[in-house]
T-cell receptor, first 109, second 113 residues
Framework: KNEVEQSPQNLTAQEGEFITINCSYS?????LHWLQQHPGGGIVSLFM???GKKKHGRLIATINIQEKHSSLHITASHPRDSAVYIC???????????FGTGTSLTVIP | DGGITQSPKYLFRKEGQNVTLSCEQN?????MYWYRQDPGQGLRLIYY???????QKGDIAEGYSVSREKKESFPLTVTSAQKNPTAFYLC????????????FGQGTRLTVV
């Protein structure tokens, strides 16, 4: 069993739809990261959160530490949001991570 | 602007040859990492370094080697001992404080023929 599980694995949405990607983890952590990987392969850090909710533009990330669950929401989705979204939980040693396998999002115009 | 630079973006090598992937950062980060990504799998840690002249093996270090002679640079050599070297390789860096933001490079896609 992976330490970090994401769902769904693949997601196709119409432009404008509200999107939710879920992440569950089995390790004890103090913060969780959401990353975005575009088709070219480069990864950008979207959020690092340890409690509650964070918002950046149309992106919202929530976390429930007690339930070991986090969600990434995209409001008014747009084709440029098409990417792979990865959640990552820090390991206890240094700043290494357990990574989810990613959710591949395609937003259709 | 600060960031991480990986080069080259695409690399082709013949089987049996060693190849070195470059990773440079100007973020003044102490910690640097190399990850491998295969289709349908999460990122897997190859090697990491938390200080100059020191590095540790990750989960899949066999067939790889690294060096950390300068804080800014953490090159990865894929040796001929690596049985399945064709993959996408990502370099990352962080501060050493707990829960600092991670920065990633654009990746190098290595194809061994």
């Amino acid at each position: 069993k992976n330490e970090v599980e994401q769902s769904p694995q693949n997601l196709t949405a119409q432009e404008g739809e509200f999107i939710t990607i879920n992440c569950s983890y089995s390790v004890g952590i103090s913060a969780l990261h959401w990353l975005q990987q575009h088709p070219g392969g480069g990864i950008v850090s979207l959020f690092m959160l340890s409690s509650g909710k964070k918002k950046h533009g149309r992106l919202i990330a929530t976390i429930n530490i007690q339930e070991k669950h986090s969600s990434l929401h995209i409001t008014a989705s747009h084709p440029r949001d098409s990417a792979v979204y990865i959640c990552a939980a820090p390991r206890n040693t240094g700043n290494q991570f357990y990574f989810g396998t990613g959710t591949s999002l395609t937003v259709i115009p | 602007d600060g960031g991480i630079t990986q080069s080259p973006k695409y690399l082709f090598r013949k089987e049996g040859q060693n190849v070195t992937l470059s990773c440079e950062q100007n973020l003044n980060h102490d910690a640097m990492y190399w990850y491998r990504q295969d289709p349908g799998q999460g990122l897997r840690l190859i090697y990491y370094s938390q200080i100059v002249n020191d590095f540790q093996k990750g989960d899949i270090a066999e067939g790889y080697s690294v060096s950390r002679e300068k804080k800014e640079s953490f090159p990865l050599t894929v040796t001929s001992a690596q049985k399945n070297p064709t993959a996408f390789y990502l370099c990352a860096s962080t501060g050493v404080e707990l829960n600092t933001e991670a920065f990633f490079g654009q990746g190098t896609r290595l194809t061994v023929v």
